[in-house]
């Protein structure tokens, strides 16, 4: 089994900056992919960013150039670094890791990230 606990989130200012993290516990191996998911509120849920235990990574079209995903493996956390952020990536950021044998996705609880002035 394996938990998630994101934190990071909060209100910010177009324009302006936030770091998420997120810590694993549990059966976590090498065989699994960990990254960030977004639900606005009204649509589905969205890939914003992956990245395999070998560092290689895969961003949204949406947030490529502004968003930053990475990983440390020891301490088993990923991070998302958003710079330049939007009205439009309000939402709640999920951390996810997904099982790449068994293809089972575990999830965070969810943190908000709002983007206004």
């Known amino acids: 089994q394996v938990q998630l606990v994101e934190s990071g989130g909060g209100l910010v200012q177009p324009g302006g900056s936030l770091r998420l993290s997120c810590a694993a516990s549990?059966?976590?191996?090498?065989?699994?992919?960990m990254g960030w998911y977004r639900q606005a509120p009204g649509k589905q849920r969205e890939l914003v960013a992956a990245?395999?235990?070998?560092?290689?990574?895969d961003y949204a079209d949406s947030v490529k150039g502004r968003f930053t995903v990475s990983r440390d493996n020891p301490k088993n956390a990923v991070y998302l670094q958003m710079n330049s952020l939007k009205p439009e990536d309000t939402a709640v950021y999920y951390c996810?890791?997904?099982?790449?044998?068994?293809?089972?996705?575990?999830w965070g609880q969810g943190t908000q990230v709002t983007v206004s002035a």
């Open positions: 990245i395999s235990r070998g560092g290689s990574t």
């Open positions: 549990g059966s976590i191996g090498s065989i699994y992919n």
């Open positions: 996810n890791a997904k099982n790449l044998v068994t293809g089972h996705d575990y």
